[in-house]
């Protein structure tokens, strides 16, 4: 199933400045939000499948260098037959090694999810934890991994630094780091907490099929008057 979440749009107008549409900061944040709005929508999707909130958590780290559709493919018919968290905290690597091998990086991710099932059991009573700090104590859990459960489980507004919000969110001059702890905070002094979450689904949307990394398609970017790295 895909679990959506019915976004409630405030408004953002008190960043807004018009001086020039070519900007250097955030002078058009408002423009540039309401137009991926429009574009986009305003429904925050999680195109992971699961159903128990760990599972959301195993899919998350998963995900790491491969498409959602892939880690469905893998991980739905596993949660199926082991649907409980101690199947997962009692896997031996190698066994679960061979289940995920199709999505890669399979050695580390099979280690790491079994470490984060014990030590959501031992440690946390089975439940996925939701403040930052516990979700980092976890195995194979970032500050990315650790805001895309915040946003979805708990509905806390979180940025998810990815590498399109990491690219884009540099082209549109909302922040010059590289860092991306760095662009997590940038950003969240840029943009309001209503598109924290949004932001980042509206942006992996953008990068995809828009401003592609090696090939952007500027004149069909329908943000390309307030984007200072615009090539037409």
Same mark, same amino acid.
């Given at each position: 199933?895909?679990?959506?979440?019915?976004?409630?749009?405030?408004?953002? !107008?008190?960043? =807004?400045?018009?001086?020039?549409?070519?900007?250097?900061?955030?002078?058009?944040?408002?423009? =540039? /939000? +309401?137009? $991926?709005?429009?574009?986009?929508?305003?429904? &925050?999707?999680?195109? /992971?499948?699961?159903?128990?909130?760990?599972?959301?958590?195993?899919? &998350?780290?998963?995900?790491?260098?491969?498409?959602?559709?892939?880690?469905n493919q893998?991980?739905?018919? $596993?949660?199926?037959?082991?649907?409980?968290?101690?199947?997962?905290?009692?896997?031996?690597?190698?066994? $679960? +090694?061979?289940? *995920?091998?199709s *999505?890669?990086?399979? #050695?580390?991710?099979?280690?790491? =999810?079994?470490?984060?099932?014990?030590?959501? /059991?031992?440690?946390?009573?089975?439940?996925?934890?939701?403040?930052?700090?516990?979700?980092?104590?976890?195995?194979?859990?970032?500050?990315?991994?650790?805001?895309?459960? #915040?946003?979805?489980?708990?509905?806390?507004? @979180?940025?998810v630094?990815?590498?399109? &919000?990491k #690219?884009?969110?540099?082209? /549109?001059?909302?922040?010059?780091? @590289?860092?991306? &702890?760095?662009?997590?905070?940038?950003?969240? !002094?840029?943009?309001?907490?209503?598109?924290?979450?949004?932001?980042?689904?509206?942006?992996i949307? $953008?990068?995809?099929?828009?401003? *592609?990394?090696? #090939?952007?398609?500027?004149?069909?970017?329908?943000?390309?008057?307030?984007?200072? @790295?615009c +090539?037409?």
């Open positions: 199933m895909n679990n959506k979440v019915k976004y409630n749009k405030e408004s953002s !107008k008190t960043l =807004i400045s018009k001086k020039s549409k070519k900007f250097t900061g955030n002078k058009n944040v408002s423009e =540039i /939000l +309401e137009l $991926l709005d429009k574009n986009y929508g305003t429904d &925050v999707i999680c195109y /992971l499948k699961y159903n128990t909130d760990w599972q959301l958590l195993f899919s &998350v780290i998963l995900s790491a260098q491969c498409t959602d559709d892939r880690v893998v991980a739905v018919p $596993l949660y199926e037959k082991y649907d409980k968290l101690s199947d997962w905290a009692n896997f031996m690597p190698e066994e $679960l +090694e061979r289940k *995920i091998y *999505i890669g990086f399979y #050695r580390n991710k099979a280690k790491n =999810i079994i470490s984060c099932a014990n030590d959501l /059991l031992n440690r946390f009573d089975g439940k996925v934890p939701s403040t930052i700090e516990e979700l980092t104590s976890l195995a194979g859990v970032g500050r990315k991994t650790a805001n895309v459960i #915040r946003g979805n489980l708990y509905d806390d507004p @979180s940025i630094v990815d590498t399109h &919000v #690219r884009i969110s540099n082209k /549109l001059g909302f922040t010059k780091e @590289s860092d991306p &702890v760095k662009i997590e905070y940038d950003l969240m !002094k840029v943009l309001p907490k209503d598109h924290w979450i949004l932001y980042n689904m509206q942006i949307t $953008l990068g995809r099929q828009i401003c *592609i990394a090696r #090939r952007p398609k500027c004149s069909e970017c329908f943000l390309r008057e307030y984007c200072p @790295s +090539e037409v």
